[in-house]
Structures are given as structure tokens and as C-alpha cells.
């Protein structure tokens, strides 16, 4: 919200929990949040596909905003896998970013599947060359971010920082 967003929360584990649409007040947000509760498996793809519908509705009316969906996790994708991969490269196409953060190794090389860029260092790039086609491209840096119940927080708020830092550079 500090930065100009308007925010929503999704709770999910194998299906939906509870959901606030997008707001610049984030009242309702944070009181889902509060009131959340860890059980249930993992099964991230009602939660993306509730995120994107709301962030095509909100992309329609204003046309080049910047749409992103930030995942906080701690378990993996669910089953199947593919169908969250591949939803994750339809909303990259469709101009939303998915960044992820997740709770130990595991989560986080299970949701770096699903996200699009780094997010503390959105603007840094990685040079790389294709020397059997003289091509060079710019590629994002790793999108594996890991957190640990010791640094959740600070990790939570560069996060938050990095949506910002992006959305200010375009």
C-alpha cells in the first residue's frame, strides 16, 4: 500500500481458505491474515487461479499497471505440478509477475517453479551468450528465494520492496 499498490490476501492449502479482493485499505487484509491458520496440504493453483482472474479484471481497467502475485509458502506446488508451471507461464504472458518466497530449501525450489523474477534484485540481470548462435540475452538472476523462521520477517518486507523497487523503474 506504501507504495502505490492496491493489495489482496489469498489463503490456500489444498483449496481456498479465505480471500480479500484488492484494495488501497488494507484493513481487511491484514485481518485475514491474523487470522490465519497453518493445516491442510498444498495445492497452489485455486490461489493463483483466484489471483489471476482478480488481477485481469484490475489489468482491464487500468491498462499498464504493474500486476503481481507475491506466494508465500512453506510446502510445494501440489498435484499436479504441471498445471501450476504452466499457469505461471501463462500470466507471465499475460503481463503478471509471480515472485516467491518460500520457508526452507525445499519450498523455495518447489515455488521458484512458478516465479517469474527474483525480488530483491528484480533490476539486476545476468549477461549470458549462446556462442553457437553469437546471440547474447539478458536473463533474470535465480528465482530461488528461501526464508527461515529466523529471518521471515526481514525476508517478507525486501519482498514488499523489491514489488516496489519494480514498479517504480517502469
Same mark, same amino acid.
Given at each position: 500500500?506504501? +507504495?502505490?499498490?492496491?493489495? +489482496? %490476501?489469498?489463503?490456500?492449502?489444498?483449496? %481456498?481458505? +479465505?480471500?480479500?479482493?484488492?484494495?488501497?485499505?488494507?484493513?481487511?487484509?491484514?485481518?485475514?491474515?491474523?487470522?490465519?491458520?497453518?493445516?491442510? +496440504?498444498?495445492?497452489?493453483?485455486?490461489?493463483?487461479?483466484?489471483?489471476?482472474?482478480?488481477?485481469?479484471?484490475? !489489468?482491464?481497467?487500468?491498462?499498464?499497471?504493474?500486476? %503481481?502475485?507475491?506466494?508465500?509458502?512453506?510446502?510445494? !506446488? $501440489?498435484?499436479?505440478?504441471?498445471?501450476?508451471?504452466?499457469?505461471?507461464?501463462?500470466?507471465?504472458?499475460?503481463?503478471?509477475?509471480?515472485?516467491?518466497?518460500?520457508?526452507?530449501?525445499?519450498?523455495? $525450489?518447489?515455488?521458484?517453479?512458478?516465479?517469474?523474477?527474483?525480488?530483491?534484485?528484480?533490476?539486476?540481470?545476468?549477461?549470458?551468450?549462446?556462442?553457437?548462435?553469437? %546471440?547474447?540475452?539478458?536473463?533474470?538472476?535465480?528465482?530461488?528465494?528461501?526464508?527461515?523462521? =529466523?529471518?521471515? =520477517?526481514?525476508? !517478507?518486507?525486501?519482498?514488499?520492496?523489491?514489488?516496489?523497487?519494480?514498479?517504480?523503474?517502469?
Amino acid at each position: 500500500v506504501g +507504495g502505490g499498490y492496491e493489495v +489482496g %490476501v489469498i489463503l490456500w492449502h489444498h483449496k %481456498v481458505e +479465505g480471500s480479500v479482493e484488492l484494495s488501497k485499505d488494507p484493513t481487511r487484509a491484514i485481518q485475514l491474515l491474523k487470522s490465519a491458520e497453518a493445516g491442510g +496440504g498444498t495445492r497452489i493453483t485455486p490461489a493463483i487461479e483466484l489471483a489471476r482472474d482478480g488481477l485481469l479484471e484490475w !489489468l482491464g481497467h487500468y491498462s499498464g499497471g504493474d500486476a %503481481v502475485i507475491a506466494v508465500f509458502g512453506d510446502g510445494d !506446488l $501440489g498435484v499436479p505440478r504441471s498445471t501450476a508451471t504452466s499457469l505461471a507461464r501463462q500470466l507471465h504472458a499475460e503481463g503478471i509477475r509471480v515472485l516467491t518466497l518460500g520457508l526452507g530449501e525445499e519450498s523455495a $525450489g518447489e515455488l521458484s517453479a512458478i516465479s517469474t523474477a527474483p525480488f530483491e534484485d528484480d533490476a539486476e540481470e545476468v549477461r549470458t551468450n549462446n556462442s553457437t548462435q553469437g %546471440v547474447s540475452h539478458t536473463a533474470p538472476k535465480s528465482t530461488k528465494n528461501v526464508t527461515s523462521s =529466523e529471518s521471515l =520477517e526481514n525476508d !517478507l518486507a525486501s519482498m514488499a520492496r523489491g514489488i516496489v523497487f519494480r514498479s517504480k523503474r517502469h
